[in-house]
């Protein structure tokens, strides 16, 4: 006669990660991406009624960003529009470099080209920026598309970790009571 093979119990160690610091960490890491994304989309916002003058593109040019861990098929590296302006404000002249509140690359180049395209160098521009502080601005005020990408991040990441903190004590727990103990006797044999 043989016994089953039995799933092996969760040490204290696996069970306090897979349990408690694995959820944690999804919540701490949504927080901070919700809270981080939420303060850029009020920004954005905000750059919507921000005064505007006139600049002009003084460099325009795509930035390649290599991922520092070596992919055979680039994966990681991304593209950058690098664009950059000059404006005066009240006689003193600043420089930028953002384009929008949500800047962002891509492992595509085309989308690269494309602003490249749009702000070639020497172009004039109307520079938006921020009341008081000039040297905080950009050339598309307002909420973009992207603008909803990392606060929604951050909330995935939260409720994943929620999920996680409800569900995975209830998991292991019926797995630890799904488990016969050494000398029990109703345990399922398999006879030969």
């Known amino acids: ?7 092996k119990a969760l040490s204290p ?3 306090f990660i897979f349990v408690r610091l694995f959820p944690l960490i999804f919540l701490v890491a949504g927080a901070g991406l919700a809270y981080h994304g939420i303060h850029e989309f009020m920004g954005a ?3 919507a ?11 325009s040019s795509i930035t390649l960003h290599q991922d520092d861990i070596r992919h055979r098929d680039r994966v990681g590296d991304t593209y950058h529009a690098k664009i950059q302006y000059e404006f005066s404000v009240e006689g003193i002249t600043y420089r930028g470099n953002r384009i929008t509140a ?3 690359g891509s492992n595509d180049p085309a989308h690269a080209r494309r ?3 749009r702000y070639p160098e020497g172009k004039v521009v109307q520079v938006h920026y921020k009341p008081g502080d000039p ?22 990441f939260f409720l994943a970790g929620i999920v996680m903190a409800a569900f995975l004590p209830m998991l292991v ?11 029990d006797d109703n345990w399922p044999h398999s006879r030969q």
């Open 13 to 15: 160690a696996l069970k």
């Open 135 to 156: 040297e905080v601005c950009l050339l598309k005020p307002g909420i973009q598309k992207l603008s909803w990408l990392m606060p929604g991040a951050g909330l995935a």
């Open 173 to 183: 727990r019926r797995q630890e009571h799904a488990m016969p103990g050494e000398n």
């Open 1 to 7: 006669m043989h016994r089953a093979k039995k799933t």
């Open 102 to 104: 949500a800047d962002y």
């Open 49 to 59: 009624n921000w005064p505007v003058a006139d600049g002009r593109v003084i460099a």
């Open 115 to 117: 602003l490249v395209q």
């Open 45 to 47: 916002k905000d750059s």
